[in-house]
């Protein structure tokens, strides 16, 4: 069975989800969209608000899912974070980016069920 990389990218997004959730993270939101940039995952960790990028692939063999997070998509996520805490209450809390990497070693019938993630805290900086 093939499969569609959209397909993989959403199951991306679900496992880092439940690792999150695993780790004590709080969701507050998915797939935050201001214009035409994105953050996948607006999450708490404690006190630090965390706009997390996930990037997954199938393998390795075309480039690392670290290396897709290039200094143009950096600052797309920190736009997108700029709009969403223009709405926040005040006072803004800490930030920080993250970036967490998977590699679906298994993805069948449209799920993950072996892979390889790597979590990045502060990944990148304003």
Do not use: W
């Not at 993250?98 to 069948?108: E, G, L, M, N, S």
Request: charged content about 30%; glycine content about 4%.
């Amino acid at each position: 069975m093939s499969f569609i990389p959209h397909d993989l990218g959403r199951q991306g997004e679900h496992t880092a989800v439940t690792f999150l959730i695993e780790k004590g993270y709080r969701i507050l939101q998915r797939n935050y969209r201001h214009r035409r940039n994105e953050i996948d995952i607006i999450a708490l960790d404690r006190r630090t608000l965390c706009f997390i990028e996930v990037k997954t692939r199938s393998s390795a063999s075309k480039g690392h899912p670290l290396e897709a997070v290039t200094p143009e998509k950096q600052k797309e996520i920190i736009r997108a974070a700029t709009a969403y805490l223009s709405a926040y209450p005040s006072p803004e809390p800490d930030c920080r980016f993250d970036v967490i990497a998977i590699i679906a070693h298994d993805f069948t019938n449209g799920r993950i069920r072996e892979f390889k993630l790597e979590h990045i805290t502060n990944a990148f900086m304003t």
